[in-house]
């Protein structure tokens, strides 16, 4: 009982942060409130037992990724955005097939679910036993992935430098 | 207890505002964040089939979700910032061309 009211409490906190992501018209706005999102996805990983990934959920993504965004949002300036509208064609058809699309899984979903359930804690879900199969089962994918990172680093530092400034340090270089 | 298709819901409903947003989101930084959220439902999927099939197997895989999505997002904003810096805008409308 406890978890379904900490599901329900959390999970609305989620989508009402997904919502307003979406009305809000200035992206500061917006990045504020995919913090929120993301906190309570923190909570709903630690209903499911997941107590690492919770964790890295704050540290990583309303963390450092938010910080990331929200530091480009106030170096760039971003002002609010602009209203267009939307063709019709796209009302008439998008509305309807949405419609279709969401009933059908939700259907699928209620009809072919099973009902097994967690207790907090009760799920192998210790740092211990993930770093076992990280180093493991996965350690070449996590290897492959250190390389991912490098290369984006030295990616973003390409893509942010002015154009000047590598000139300049070719001449001098 | 809460079933694993709650999660799935909930996970479906992150996914369609994502989605959503970008779509109908006009500024640049917006339909990163909304792709940034499309992330986040597709990870609280992987947790909760994890939690219902007791395999740790789809945390892991949250963990590479993850860094897979740092990356992206340090790259998307050097890129954001390579974009205003010569167009002087955020507007996708007015971002038709590849070369300046």
């Not at chain 1, 064609?89 to 899984?105: D, K, M, N, R, S």
């Not at chain 2, 909930?10 to 989605?19: E, K, N, P, R």
Request: aromatic share 10%.
């Amino acid at each position: 009982m406890l978890h379904l009211v900490l599901f329900s409490v959390f999970g609305l906190i989620c989508v009402a942060g997904a919502v307003n992501l979406l009305v809000q018209r200035h992206p500061i706005n917006s990045a504020l409130s995919l913090v929120v999102v993301m906190a309570s996805l923190a909570v709903e990983y630690l209903l499911l037992g997941a107590e690492f990934v919770a964790a890295v959920q704050v540290i990583v993504y309303a963390g450092a990724i938010m910080v990331l965004f929200v530091f480009v949002i106030m170096l760039l300036n971003a002002g609010e955005e602009e209203h267009t509208t939307g063709s019709t064609v796209a009302w008439l058809l998008g509305i309807p097939g949405l419609l279709t699309g969401a009933i059908f899984v939700a259907w699928a979903d209620l009809r072919y679910s099973g009902g097994t359930q967690v207790a907090i804690g009760a799920l192998p879900g210790h740092p211990k036993d993930l770093a076992q199969l990280l180093f493991h089962e996965f350690l070449l994918p996590f290897e492959v992935t250190s390389i991912l990172v490098l290369i984006a680093i030295m990616g973003a530092v390409v893509l942010a430098a002015r154009p000047e400034a590598v000139q300049e340090s070719k001449r001098e270089g | 207890m809460v079933p694993l298709s709650y999660y799935l819901v909930l996970s479906a409903i992150l996914f369609a505002c994502g989605v959503t947003g970008f779509l109908i989101k006009r500024n640049i930084i917006s339909i990163f964040m909304s792709i940034e959220l499309m992330l986040n439902g597709v990870n609280l999927s992987f947790v909760a089939f994890a939690a219902q099939w007791h395999n740790l197997s789809g945390q892991v895989f949250v963990f590479f979700v993850m860094v897979v999505a740092a990356a992206e997002a340090a790259v998307g904003l050097a890129i954001i910032i390579a974009v205003f810096r010569t167009r002087e805008t955020l507007n996708i409308d007015q971002v038709n061309l590849l070369k300046l």
